[in-house]
């Protein structure tokens, strides 16, 4: 018998999920009563009767059951389930005529149920006290290192990393942290020498490892004002190793000078984000920010694979939220990071479909796992299709609202990235260009302090002047957030 894991046949005979065999049998006998052909009502069509069939077929079934299960659990449809994903296809007809054409997908990952009780969080902050921290910025973080502490629970754990051209564990890993201890040692903080960052974030790790289990969110947060010297490569190596470990790394880089490249690397290889702190006084609020996000997490470690047909192709991929990226498509599978409570994961592909014979033809078929965050951490795997059906002449058909909306947004940020791209290339008028057509499309948003940013560098590019870091990074991460405002409205 072939299953059809869409048709939610529990639904169709009343009973639960965990329903046992004897329930189901009550609620098929009842029901088919009810809707048999010669006991039923004129005004009940003789289609229930057989949905009340096919349900019975299969859950009165012990095999069919166990399979029928499995295959809604895969698709993310099953009630037992901790993850849902649900696609959006620019167009589900393509033309039979066309070598080439271009298709949109997204996807997007939400938890499939409110979760429960939060997991205790295992927390290092790796903070920098280079020469370049002093004054505002180092005080700065200071206060918003107190600030954690004191909202941090009984069960979460915290250590701190101070380091320059050395490292040195200010305070180890501990549970229900003695606050004024604590504080002590960290208002003792000096700033002092260099910036290297890969010992401060080994020295971090390291005190995470005291207490990482898969009862706990493990996470380094690392907080830097300054480039590193000489160990761009091990510090992406060491985050690829601690993402396979499932610790995370956060960045928050602070004013202009650091490597946002790098630290952006950082961040894809262990799952992490990266925010810019423009001002010292952004820092509190931010920090807090991403410890509270930390709280709120459903699964780690989300992967998705796709496995295209042969003449069909992902031309570029982005995660647009919870932060907006452009991913490796030379990676399968593709690290998306954390899945939390209250705000979906969202991936746009662009894939381009080469010609295919009338008909309904699969292009793809995705795979999902993530490590899903519960008393105990188990592993849950999705799997879904994508479609398209061709035609000589395929009829017109509107793109879903909600993939017009976060293509939109992508679309701003890939601006941006051709502008640098462009520079890079050595041909300023296209750079010039770029920011330009940013600019109006920003106005356009309402969003005149970055399209003043853009403006600016425009400028400063048509008069052969290099790009300023302040406005690079302003533009790079303020276009990044602008899909996350859309995206909780259209929720609200």
């Known amino acids: 018998m072939?299953?059809?894991?869409?048709?939610?046949?529990?639904n169709v005979l009343g009973v639960s999920p965990d329903a046992t065999e004897e329930e189901i049998k009550q609620a098929y006998r009842a029901l088919a009563r009810r809707y048999h052909p010669d006991s039923r009502a004129e005004s009940v069509p003789t289609t229930l009767f057989h949905e009340v069939q096919a349900a019975y077929a299969v859950l009165g079934d012990k095999e069919l059951r166990r399979a029928y299960d499995l295959q809604r659990a895969e698709l993310g449809l099953g009630r037992t389930?901790?993850?849902?994903?649900?696609?959006?296809?620019?167009?589900?007809?393509?033309?039979?005529?066309?070598?080439?054409?271009?298709?949109?997908?997204?996807?997007?990952?939400?938890?499939?149920?409110?979760?429960?009780?939060?997991?205790?969080?295992?927390?290092?902050?790796?903070i920098d006290h280079s020469t370049s921290m002093q004054g505002a910025r180092l005080e700065n973080v200071k206060r918003a290192a107190c600030q954690i502490i004191e909202e941090l629970g009984q069960e979460d754990a915290l250590a701190i990393v101070a380091f320059s051209d050395r490292a040195e564990v200010v305070f180890p890993s501990t549970q229900g942290a003695n606050l004024a201890q604590a504080r002590a040692k960290i208002t003792s903080l000096l700033p002092s020498g260099g910036t290297e960052i890969l010992q401060g974030l080994q020295l971090g790790f390291a005190e995470i490892e005291k207490r990482h289990g898969s009862n706990m969110v493990s996470h380094l947060i690392l907080l830097t004002d300054g480039q590193t010297y000489g160990d761009d490569e091990e510090c992406v190596a060491f985050a690829r190793m601690a993402g396979e470990r499932n610790v995370g790394i956060t960045s928050l880089g602070i004013g202009e000078d650091w490597n946002d490249v790098l630290l952006d690397r950082v961040a894809a290889q262990s799952g992490g984000v990266v925010a810019y702190i423009s001002s010292p006084e952004q820092v509190q609020s931010l920090l807090r920010r991403r410890v509270l996000e930390?709280?709120?997490?459903?699964?780690?470690?989300?992967?998705?694979?796709?496995?295209?047909?042969?003449?069909?192709?992902?031309?570029?991929?982005y995660r647009a939220l919870p932060s907006m990226e452009r991913l490796p498509i030379s990676s399968d599978p593709v690290e998306l990071g954390s899945l939390n409570v209250d705000e979906p994961i969202v991936v746009v592909a662009e894939v381009g479909v080469s010609t295919m014979p009338p008909g309904e033809h699969r292009l793809m078929r995705l795979e999902l796992t993530a490590d899903v965050m519960e008393k105990e951490q188990r592993r849950e795997r999705l799997r879904g299709e994508v479609s398209c059906t061709f035609l000589p002449e395929p009829p017109e058909e509107p793109a879903p609202r909600e993939l017009l909306q976060v293509l939109s947004k992508v679309t701003i940020y890939r601006i941006q990235e051709q502008a640098w791209e462009a520079l890079e290339r050595g041909s300023v008028r296209d750079a010039t260009s770029k920011l330009e057509m940013l600019a109006t499309r920003l106005l356009d948003m309402g969003e005149t302090g970055l399209a003043r940013a853009a403006m600016l560098e425009a400028g400063r590019i048509s008069r052969g002047e290099p790009p300023s870091p302040k406005g690079r990074k302003e533009l790079k991460y303020g276009t990044r957030g602008l899909i996350t405002s859309i995206w909780r409205k259209q929720d609200d």
């Open 2 to 10: 072939k299953l059809d894991a869409r048709k939610d046949y529990y």
């Open 81 to 126: 389930a901790a993850i849902s994903w649900k696609f959006y296809q620019s167009r589900t007809h393509l033309s039979s005529i066309y070598p080439d054409q271009l298709l949109y997908l997204m996807c997007e990952i939400r938890p499939a149920a409110v979760a429960g009780k939060r997991l205790p969080l295992n927390l290092c902050l790796v």
């Open 294 to 317: 930390l709280g709120k997490a459903v699964a780690q470690r989300v992967k998705l694979e796709f496995k295209c047909v042969e003449g069909v192709l992902i031309e570029s991929l």
